[in-house]
């Protein structure tokens, strides 16, 4: 992470979201940095860029902003969550295992099975939320464990430094996808993770117009490794997307807070009606894990799941009559969306996988966002009487 002189090194997060990361604005006094919509650059520059694949003013300033908020030394950013993981994957080599949370995003498990399978990485899935499923990970020794915290789409939390101190131990490095907890409220590293990685898709930009991913960390050695994989493999962002990323993150720490509440308050009146048969939110107290995502998070993030205890057609006929939640894949924006995983986000992973890690036909996802609650509130229950 670059020192800014003109940010207190004290500053808090919400400060340090807008100010860091300002850089290349002097010449002209502009109060936010402009796009450098070019592909190459003159030779000589004082910046040292060369071509824009291997580097941007504007990849820069967000690769600072983030290193800021994720308490993080380094940090590259990747033209999405996937190239982000790309990345991470392409720092193994033939002959590696992975030992991965089995509840983890659906495109995670189709590049391991798809792609790392040919080029002869070993991948073991392991349900990391029960700590007797630790000792797998002591008898594997590892190159790579891959953790998700709250998992997708079922919420489980996983006790990331726990899992860390057996990881580290035989010397497996520590991967957290913290997409869906959000910098504000998770931070990876501080809890023993060497690496976290951002889909800036979600949370990070909030506003569902660019795509984005990051990885984070205080390790010199990763760090090379994913500036290299950013010009080598071609994962690197648009300058434009990495602009209007920078500008959504400056209010990430408002944003959040609105989606926890407005998740927490929906949760907990789900719940205490008859005809759900089960709620999961990482802050409801009636969460067997609360304690645990009380000790990692600062509060419980925009994601609910909600079982009405209905078949496929009806949950996807509940989907269709809400009005303010638009159905679609994908979270975190600032408008609520509503996802079937069934049949959408996890219909890559094969039905008997899918069901024997809880991923059921009746199972809705929600991701809340920051409208009034009560509008939000008012169209649930007008979508559960018909
Ligand atoms: C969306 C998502 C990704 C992938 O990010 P993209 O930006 O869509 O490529 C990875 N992990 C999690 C948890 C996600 O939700």
Redesign the pocket.
Known sequence: MKEDPTVPSDARFETRAIHIGQDYRSETGAVIPPIYMTSTYETGNPGGFDYTRSGSPNYRNLQNTLASLENAQHCTVFA??????TAIAFGLKAGDTIVSEQN??G??YRLFERVLRKFNVEIEYVDLANPANYARIAEIKPALVWL?SPT?PLLKILDISAIADVAHSVGATVVM?N??ASSLLQRPLDLGADLS?L????YTNGHSDA???AVCSNSAEWQEKMIFAQKALGLQPSPFDSWLTSRGVKTEALRMERHSANALELATRLEARADVKSVRYPFLPSNPQYELAKKQMSAGSGMLLADFGHTQEQALAFIRRLRLFTQAE???GIESLVCHPATMTHASIPKDIREAAGVTDGLVRFSVGIEHVEDLWADIEQALKA
């Open positions: 999405s969550g996937v190239s982000a993981i983890i995003y495109c995670t998700e997708n996808d997409t869906f990685l889909s800036t898709t979600k795509l984005g991913g994908s979270l975190g």
